[in-house]
């Protein structure tokens, strides 16, 4: 059975996306669609039914003019079978348009082997990048302790800290690592639409993060001079007390290939990476494409 999820339907699947790190992704982008909390940004879900396992199919559109490139995620509650993946897709296929023109595929190994190999036959793609990451999550019971700190926070004079103001896109942008020529108008949606973190000093923005299309932590940063004063994890923790009491499953994304950063977030005391039901850590291949 295939088909695409109305609101009812979707909201009804948000209880098995929130009970499952790995659907953290979906649980983010379900809510959002279904508050309609990016407006540039909206989702459309796709589901299948077949050989006893569920399919879903996430395929964020892209209308910010002189961009149009849209995000397609695939998840999957239980072992694959490579035709049912292809056949989904054959299915969108006809549905989305826009699939000629996907930026980024996110999706487990078994999940984009078959997809990417689909996406090849049927278009004219040409991959630019392959990342494998772990996805991190914090559980639910590390929150109050967060809280705490969100609390105790205190800051010299001349510093404040509070939310990422829309003048301050700019720079967002600019010091983003994977920022696109023409992503300013996402990076200032993220900033007016999702929950953010900044602190300021003599009214200028020295230490920010966000949150991404998904609802993953995105793009912590502190200019060079300030940093070492322990305004990073300020930030973090302040971004992580704000999804939380939005409802957004926080979640991070770390590259196998930044092995400092994973090591300490494989040994992190709070953050948790996410498995599968057999227990194994979960690879998610970030795969860009160029047209």
Same mark, same amino acid.
């Given at each position: 059975?295939?088909?695409?999820?109305?609101?009812?339907?979707?909201?009804?699947?948000?209880?098995?996306?929130?009970?499952?790190?790995? $659907?953290?992704? #979906?649980?983010?982008?379900?809510? $959002?669609?279904?508050?309609?909390?990016?407006?540039?940004?909206?989702?459309? #879900?796709?589901?299948?039914?077949?050989? &006893?396992?569920?399919?879903?199919?996430?395929?964020?559109?892209? !209308?910010?003019?002189?961009?149009?490139?849209?995000?397609?995620?695939?998840?999957?509650?239980?072992?694959?079978?490579?035709?049912?993946?292809?056949?989904?897709?054959?299915?969108?296929?006809?549905?989305?348009?826009? !699939?000629?023109?996907?930026?980024? =595929?996110?999706?487990?190994?078994?999940?984009?082997?078959?997809?990417?190999?689909?996406? =090849?036959? +049927?278009?004219? %793609?040409?991959?630019?990048?392959?990342?494998?990451?772990?996805?991190?999550?914090?559980?639910?019971?590390?929150?109050? *302790?967060?809280?705490?700190?969100?609390?105790?926070?205190?800051?010299? &004079?001349?510093?404040?800290?509070?939310?990422?103001?829309?003048?301050?896109?700019?720079?967002? #942008?600019?010091?983003?690592?994977?920022?696109?020529? &023409?992503?300013?108008?996402?990076?200032?949606?993220?900033?007016?639409? !999702?929950?953010?973190?900044?602190?300021?000093?003599? &009214?200028?923005?020295?230490?920010?993060?966000?949150?991404?299309?998904?609802?993953?932590? +995105?793009?912590?940063?502190?200019?060079?001079? %300030?940093?070492?004063?322990?305004?990073?994890?300020?930030?973090?923790?302040?971004?992580?007390?704000?999804?939380?009491?939005? *409802?957004?499953?926080?979640?991070?994304?770390?590259?196998?290939?930044?092995?400092?950063?994973?090591?300490?977030?494989?040994?992190?005391? !709070?953050?948790?990476?996410?498995?599968?039901?057999?227990?194994?850590?979960?690879?998610?291949?970030?795969?860009? %494409?160029?047209?």
């Amino acid at each position: 059975m295939f088909c695409k999820l109305s609101p009812e339907k979707l909201n009804d699947f948000i209880p098995l996306f929130e009970s499952k790190p790995k $659907f953290a992704l #979906f649980a983010n982008a379900a809510e $959002f669609e279904l508050e309609k909390r990016l407006p540039n940004h909206p989702c459309d #879900f796709y589901y299948l039914e077949s050989n &006893d396992a569920k399919y879903f199919y996430v395929f964020r559109h892209d !209308l910010i003019p002189d961009s149009c490139r849209p995000i397609l995620m695939i998840g999957s509650d239980k072992t694959v079978n490579q035709n049912d993946v292809i056949y989904g897709l054959e299915q969108i296929k006809t549905m989305e348009p826009d !699939l000629t023109n996907i930026e980024l =595929l996110v999706a487990p190994p078994e999940l984009g082997i078959p997809a990417r190999k689909f996406l =090849l036959d +049927n278009f004219n %793609y040409v991959e630019h990048d392959n990342v494998g990451c772990n996805h991190f999550y914090l559980p639910e019971s590390v929150y109050p *302790g967060i809280q705490k700190k969100v609390d105790e926070i205190t800051l010299p &004079d001349s510093y404040s800290i509070g939310s990422t103001r829309v003048s301050d896109t700019e720079t967002v #942008f600019s010091t983003w690592k994977f920022a696109f020529p &023409d992503g300013i108008l996402q990076v200032r949606e993220f900033i007016e639409c !999702l929950p953010t973190a900044c602190i300021l000093h003599e &009214d200028k923005a020295v230490a920010f993060e966000m949150v991404g299309l998904h609802g993953q932590l +995105n793009h912590q940063f502190t200019f060079p001079e %300030y940093r070492n004063r322990g305004f990073g994890t300020m930030i973090e923790n302040t971004i992580v007390s704000k999804c939380f009491k939005e *409802g957004i499953q926080v979640l991070k994304a770390v590259e196998l290939a930044n092995t400092g950063i994973l090591e300490k977030s494989l040994n992190h005391n !709070l953050w948790k990476v996410v498995k599968g039901d057999n227990g194994e850590i979960i690879v998610f291949d970030y795969t860009q %494409y160029r047209c």
